[in-house]
């Protein structure tokens, strides 16, 4: 290997331990004793390992209900905004119908105004028709994203007429060449918007803490804000907390790496 | 298997009328080649027989049924695509199967009429591949067996060739032509490539501007174009025009200079009277005759067996193309004479319609 190639690789590592460090230590705070990590200077490493924190969160705080709860509403989001977004994307890139550019040209341009514009409107809507402190009013938001639609378009409009038109020749129905022709063409972006939402809704705060108002139904982010409030100095058992909001997902994405990239590189590589 | 007819046909897209009430008859089994250059509708015509165009007016039948109004996978078509179309995510024997189990026919069923396609096309090998592990003549074999398998009452073929190299394109043509002996299928052809039209059709129509321009056996179109449009589409190189106007004795005074005597015509032209003359470059001999004119070679493109020579009048004017058997004896520069042989002439008159010739004994 040429010295060029080894500098390059090791500021690469250099950066990936810069990236990855405060995540690691996070993980190591996590196994510590309640006071270690405010030590001056602070240990790399747990002196003596224990899951201590991990029982308080899943003990007495009940973390796994919120776990739970993070999980069923990222899980129905991304149901949802899938069933939503991809058979709108197909048709804005694919059908023919009155007022077909129109519409797509206001939706992009709705991109533009920030979401947090939209809450207050959004919550008087949804308290009015009775969904506030509901699963359901947390997930209106994610139905049909503008952006995940936009990157659906964007994908079918790669996909040639032609193999659309054999299908029809070949007696398919619109319903069928979606589910049989067009799903299976557009998987890596299925997974890359999956993700998109999964993450964006598991990750996400200030919606949650708007239409949610009972404890119970509170999600990961808006419980771990709450339990802040009461253990603002206890560093490791919040450390454990951000483990648990964290780790899921952060698997979930290395899991799905190679269909995300494919994805994501679509528009460079695709002829 | 059934014929088609179209009945005044016209498509507009917006403000532009793409065809200009086209009426087409194949017959039962005919293949049918469409062909013009890029934009004369041959592609709008041959989509709107296949319903995935609706026609602004006319009517298409195919057999004794009037299918305009009803859906593609209703008409009894089957169409192959330029690009092959070939669903990427299934193999070729679930692209070839993809429309009968769409019609929910039997596993058996589906099996035997893959199989038999794919027997046809000698693609039995490949039946477990997916597109992308397939070259391009293999994608069109498949884009055929997919057609094959439908059954259908007419073969709908859009540029097929279009997209492979020169040397499978010959391979194809004859593939083509041997499919249509052995399945007897009324089949409607599309191209640009005039070469293809000649080599594979029963019967030509030259389509421009949405307009049919002439319809014929690829023979008759070559040897009697109704008009300089036909003459010089057909055959490469292609035709020679020379503008000329009629000479008192009945010949023909070339605006380049020269004189050329005229074929028989069914009625004479009066003295004066614009024409064009025009001559394949194969019909032009290079050498001492009686009524030969005098030209200076240009250029000589050697292709091997043959060459094109382009001679230039002594008088100026555009050169003409002349091809001969390449004996190497020709060079850039050299004045020869050569002989336009009346015989060989095609005559148009002021806009461009071929001028009777008379009647043959």
Redesign the interface.
């Known amino acids: 290997m040429s010295l060029r190639r080894w500098s390059v690789t090791l500021l690469a590592a250099f950066v990936a331990l810069l990236t990855t460090a405060p995540l690691l230590w996070m993980v190591s705070v996590s196994f510590m004793a309640p006071g270690e990590a405010a030590q001056f200077p602070p240990p790399l490493l747990p002196a003596d390992p224990t899951m201590a924190n991990y029982h308080t969160l899943f003990g007495s705080f009940g973390i796994g209900r919120f776990l739970a709860n993070s999980l069923l509403v990222s899980t129905l989001a991304t149901i949802l905004a899938l069933i939503f977004t991809i058979p709108a994307g197909y048709a804005f890139a694919k059908l023919r119908f009155r007022g077909r550019d129109a519409t797509f040209r206001l939706l992009v341009a709705a991109l533009v105004v920030p979401g947090q514009i939209g809450m207050l409107p959004l919550f008087l809507e949804l308290k009015a028709m009775g969904l506030v402190n509901s699963y359901a009013g947390a997930l209106v938001p994610w139905l049909a994203g503008i952006f995940g639609i936009f990157l659906v378009r964007q994908y079918c409009l790669s996909i040639?007429d032609?193999?659309l038109?054999?299908?029809?020749?070949?007696?398919?129905s619109e319903g069928?060449i979606l589910r049989?022709?067009v799903l299976?063409?557009l998987t890596p972006i299925i997974v890359t918007l999956a993700l998109f939402v999964f993450l964006g809704s598991w990750n996400d705060f200030m919606w949650p803490l708007i239409v949610l108002a009972d404890q119970n139904l509170y999600t990961l982010p808006v419980a771990l804000a709450a339990m802040s409030r009461e253990h603002v100095q206890d560093n490791e058992l919040m450390m454990a907390g951000a483990v648990v909001t964290t780790l899921p997902v952060l698997i979930l994405f290395l899991a799905l790496q190679r269909f995300y990239l494919s994805g994501l590189l679509t528009g460079s590589v695709k002829g | 298997m059934a014929g088609l007819s179209i009945r005044d046909a016209r498509k507009n897209f917006g403000e532009t009328e793409v065809l200009k009430g086209v009426s087409i008859d194949v017959a039962d089994g005919e293949f049918t080649v469409i062909v013009g250059p890029s934009g004369c509708g041959k592609s709008t015509l041959l989509r709107a027989v296949a319903g995935l165009e609706e026609l602004t007016s006319g009517r298409i039948s195919i057999g004794d049924r009037d299918v305009t109004d009803l859906p593609p996978s209703e008409r009894g078509i089957a169409m192959v695509f330029q690009s092959y179309a070939l669903y990427p995510h299934l193999t070729v024997r679930e692209n070839m199967a993809f429309g009968l189990k769409i019609a929910k026919a039997s596993k058996t069923e589906i099996d035997d009429a893959v199989r038999r396609a794919a027997a046809i096309l000698h693609i039995e090998p490949l039946l477990d591949r997916k597109p992308a592990a397939l070259s391009g003549g293999q994608r069109q074999r498949v884009a055929i067996g997919r057609a094959i398998v439908r059954q259908p009452q007419i073969f709908l073929f859009d540029e097929p060739l279009s997209n492979l190299d020169a040397d499978l394109r010959v391979r194809m043509r004859y593939e083509f032509a041997s499919l249509h002996r052995q399945l007897g299928t009324t089949t409607l052809y599309v191209t640009h490539d005039q070469v293809e039209a000649m080599t594979l059709a029963d019967r030509i129509i030259v389509l421009r501007d949405g307009i049919i321009e002439q319809v014929g056996s690829p023979r008759a179109l070559y040897e009697s174009p109704a008009n300089i449009f036909v003459a010089q589409f057909l055959g490469t190189p292609r035709m020679n025009i020379l503008a000329a106007v009629v000479a008192d004795d009945g010949s023909a005074q070339l605006i380049d200079g020269g004189c050329v005597a005229l074929p028989p015509l069914a009625a004479p032209l009066a003295p004066g009277t614009p024409v064009s003359v025009g001559i394949r470059p194969e019909d032009i001999e290079i050498g001492a005759a009686a009524g030969a004119l005098p030209f200076t070679i240009t250029f000589v493109e050697r292709l091997g067996g043959l060459a094109t020579v382009h001679l230039q009048a002594a008088d100026g004017g555009d050169p003409i193309a002349c091809q001969r058997r390449d004996d190497g004896s020709l060079r850039e520069g050299e004045k020869v004479v050569a002989l336009l042989p009346p015989d060989q002439l095609h005559l148009f008159d002021a806009i461009g319609r071929a001028i009777p010739r008379e009647a043959r004994k």
Request: proline letters at 12%.
């Open positions: 040639p032609e193999m038109e054999a299908a029809r020749i070949d007696g398919a069928q049989r022709i299976p063409i």
